[in-house]
């Protein structure tokens, strides 16, 4: 029965074996998947981090990572997965000084349950 | 005058001249940087992340990215800057989670200002 290529074997033009370990994370219908990946690490690095690792989830999990991240780099070619770390870090601290600035609130009208309540609206 | 081999150069046994691209960011001082990144990117990938932008700031950017995607790779072997996203998009969570129990908080006050005033503490 013929196989069909992964991307990875598609793209490097080589014959794809059922010990192909690129295979279960690069579909033949995702080229640009592995494109992204192989521009960003190469084939050789990819397979090294497979290879350190034992257990099948976390190769799983960490060609996830390498996708992502050779995702994000194409898209933010400067900063690539930092851009998001950036932007959940700056969210992060706008979240924190509204909860602070809620808790404030909360903490005068405990302090003053009879005053006028002004408008802390913002 | 004899110049000081950058880490990269150090690193692949050759002259480190002064049209050397990678030179900038890996002090000969700070081999474990240039380790990690040649580790996972390679110096051809990183070279070519260089190449590809003009701005001498971009690329400083860029390969400060690199090398925080890098260390964090050597740090979580499995989900490398992954692991950065994930906590911070949970803390992200939490405490949007916490900024909306005080707002319901605040307005039960401001719905009820001479209400016995119960103890929402967490």
């Known amino acids: 029965?013929?196989?069909?290529?992964c991307a990875a074997c598609k793209y490097q033009r080589r014959k794809c074996t059922s010990e192909c370990v690129l295979a279960p994370y690069f579909p033949a219908?995702?080229?640009?998947?592995?494109?992204?990946?192989?521009r960003l690490f190469g084939v050789r690095n990819m397979v090294k981090i497979l290879d350190e690792l034992k257990d099948e989830d976390q190769k799983s999990?960490?060609?996830?990572?390498i996708i992502f991240e050779s995702d994000m780099r194409e898209k933010f070619p400067v900063y690539g997965c930092v851009e998001c770390i950036s932007y959940l870090h700056q969210q992060l601290q706008i979240t924190l000084q509204e909860l602070q600035d809620v808790l404030s609130q909360?903490?005068?009208?405990r302090q003053h349950p009879t005053a006028t309540y002004p408008n802390f609206d913002r």
């Open 1 to 5: 029965m013929s196989r069909v290529s």
């Open 29 to 38: 219908n995702q080229p640009k998947k592995f494109q992204n990946a192989h």
């Open 61 to 65: 999990d960490a060609m996830k990572s």
């Open 106 to 109: 909360l903490e005068f009208y």
